[in-house]
């Protein structure tokens, strides 16, 4: 069979292939569950050629999402075969096509389309309908972090109320990199936000922060437990509210949720359930929904509705009113340090680690 490797780089980043040469790929792999610090090792294996309907793919960075820590853990309802490669985000480039392949060419820039790919790679070998082209002026932080917390934005926003310019929606976990991508389709789409963060010392930059990707108003856990925001009729009470945390912080932003609202709960960092006084469902007839954005993708996985999502948030991110979340890049040497503190994290903001498979 024929290897291909990368001999040289031309104009516009354009990668030219030649055959009978060997890849060498460079992978992050795990055999077994536990933390990601202990079990993921970095192994090198020659990649073979591609088959008919696959394209080989230089990747050139993947983030770190806290899915991804949590299936290493095994801790996530995806259990991957062992031994399995992390991450299920990036963005590559195509260095080589199967003898099938007609709608892509070398050069091309592709993001995973399906989950499971394993991305935590230097190199891979992808069949083609597990990709999806992107432009290749988008920056690396959005590229590569386009599949997973925009569309679960993008869907929670669309697919659970009907709402209306001047609707808002309410959301904890709001510094999150979804809650930066809520407020930021809220802001297109002429929506009102408000999000609800933990207190801290730098609260001010915090908000500042929020406020300028498009948040109208920023409480602190104990503001919100207190705040005539909505009471007093500066805003309308939300119709739709964004749940990750669970626990007291679910509770107290229910209690400003509209009747006939929904809570739509997509994370649990608090790992305390979501309870409801008796009286919302009754009284006020709220509804409570859970969001997966992987049980919707493969209900959805070539329908009109997914291409239209990430067309318009490539055409968002081209127009400049969509930018990805705060990111640090590192090269895959580090990739340990940045798993450790990708666990720990507890800084200003849901900062991603981004690991650059350019710089081994």
Not at 206 to 216: I, K, M, P, Q, V
Request: with cysteine; proline share 7%; charged share 20%.
């Amino acid at each position: 069979m024929q290897n291909f490797s990368i001999p040289r780089i031309f104009s516009k980043n354009y990668l030219v292939v030649q055959r009978h040469m060997s890849v060498l790929a460079t992978r992050l792999v795990y055999a077994e569950y536990g933390e990601p610090v202990d079990v993921v090792k970095k192994f090198e294996e020659k990649l073979p050629s591609p088959g008919n309907d696959e394209v080989t793919v230089k990747i050139l960075a993947a983030p770190i999402n806290p899915a991804d820590i949590n299936t290493i853990q095994g801790k996530y309802p995806v259990k991957p075969p062992f031994p399995a490669i992390g991450g299920n985000e990036c963005v590559a480039e195509i260095i080589g096509l199967g003898e099938n392949v007609k709608d892509f060419s070398v050069g091309d820039r592709v993001i995973p389309f399906r989950t499971g790919l394993g991305t935590w790679c230097s190199h891979a070998n992808y069949p083609t309908d597990a990709l999806l082209k992107v432009p290749r002026d988008l920056a690396i932080p959005e590229a590569c972090t386009l599949t997973v917390n925009p569309p679960t934005a993008y869907r929670m926003l669309k697919d659970f109320v009907s709402l209306k310019p001047g609707d808002t929606v309410l959301q904890n976990a709001a510094n999150s990199a979804v809650g930066q991508a809520v407020f930021q389709l809220c802001k297109k789409w002429g929506y009102k936000s408000v999000g609800i963060v933990r207190n801290r010392p730098e609260i001010d930059d915090l908000r500042s922060f929020l406020t300028n990707l498009g948040a109208d108003f920023v409480l602190t856990e104990e503001e919100v437990r207190t705040t005539v925001l909505f009471k007093s009729g500066e805003v309308k009470r939300p119709k739709l509210a964004f749940n990750a945390v669970g626990g007291k912080s679910a509770l107290e932003m229910l209690r400003h949720v509209a009747d006939c609202g929904a809570v739509v709960t997509y994370g649990g960092m608090s790992r305390e359930p979501v309870t409801a006084p008796t009286g919302h469902l009754i009284f006020k007839d709220i509804s409570f929904k859970g969001f997966w954005l992987t049980r919707w993708t493969r209900e959805h996985l070539n329908s009109p509705q997914r291409e239209e999502m990430f067309r318009d948030l490539i055409a968002f991110i081209q127009a400049g009113e969509f930018q990805g979340p705060k990111a640090k890049i590192v090269p895959v040497r580090d990739y340990k340090d940045a798993l450790a503190n990708a666990l720990a994290f507890q800084g200003f903001i849901g900062q991603k680690f981004i690991l650059d498979f350019t710089q081994n």
